[in-house]
T-cell receptor, first 111, second 114 residues
Framework: GNSVTQMEGPVTLSEEAFLTINCTYT??????LFWYVQYPGEGLQLLLK?????DKGSNKGFEATYRKETTSFHLEKGSVQVSDSAVYFC??????????FGTGTSLTVIP | KAGVTQTPRYLIKTRGQQVTLSCSPI?????VSWYQQTPGQGLQFLFE???????NKGNFPGRFSGRQFSNSRSEMNVSTLELGDSALYLC?????????????FGPGTRLTVL
């Protein structure tokens, strides 16, 4: 079946630290991969995406590269800010009609 | 364009009752999906509607049902509520005309079952 596995949280970092949130997937085929972010009390917002192998998605200083050989889509940011504190979800879809989400990783950035 | 809207934002019900949640998609989006978010299970797909027809369905009991109207607005109904139904219910809409496989999420309805 299709599934997404994310690193367990919570993650606590100091401002300007380097962030990596690991995401691996299992899928029958070649899905599109996404990172969504959820701020407290809000719904999910699309952060970045990649639709094929070796694609790199990027937005607001975050990056993730679609690695087919390792079935991974790790999220990285070189220097986190307090405003990046949120829950991050990795997800995959084939058609865009049904998404499979990871369990989410909570990030807290302290000044 | 206005985003996905969900009403109500918060609901408190008791066991055995039923509840109806509403979702208005982004204008022009004809696909609407529903997800249940809980701390233990994360985000789980409930169902997807397109052109008033259920096109995909997740692994939830028949107590969970939905429908879509001709204007693409969607409702989700949960009957005979159980404590475990307490969750954030998220609705997402998608533009099926383009090639982008993106879903746009609403803020959710927080359901508490007492």
């Amino acid at each position: 079946g299709n599934s997404v596995t994310q690193m367990e949280g919570p993650v606590t970092l100091s401002e300007e630290a380097f962030l990596t949130i690991n995401c691996t997937y299992t899928a029958t085929g070649y899905p599109s991969l996404f990172w969504y972010v959820q701020y407290p009390g809000e719904g999910l917002q699309l952060l970045l995406k990649a639709t094929k192998a070796d694609d790199k998605g990027s937005n607001k200083g975050f990056e993730a590269t679609y690695r087919k050989e390792t079935t991974s889509f790790h999220l990285e940011k070189g220097s986190v800010q307090v405003s990046d504190s949120a829950v991050y979800f990795c997800a995959l879809t084939f058609t865009g009609n049904q998404f499979y989400f990871g369990t989410g990783t909570s990030l807290t950035v302290i000044p | 364009k206005a985003g996905v809207t969900q009403t109500p934002r918060y609901l408190i019900k008791t066991r055995g009752q039923q509840v109806t949640l509403s979702c208005s998609p982004i204008s022009g989006h004809r696909s609407v999906s529903w997800y249940q978010q809980t701390p233990g299970q994360g985000l789980q797909f409930l169902f997807e509607y397109f052109s008033e027809t259920q096109r995909n369905k997740g692994n939830f009991p028949g107590r969970f049902s939905g429908r879509q109207f001709s204007n693409s607005r969607s409702e989700m109904n949960v009957s005979t509520l159980e404590l475990g139904d307490s969750a954030l219910y998220l609705c997402a809409s998608k533009d099926v005309q383009g090639l982008r496989n993106e879903q746009f999420f609403g803020p959710g309805t927080r359901l508490t079952v007492l």
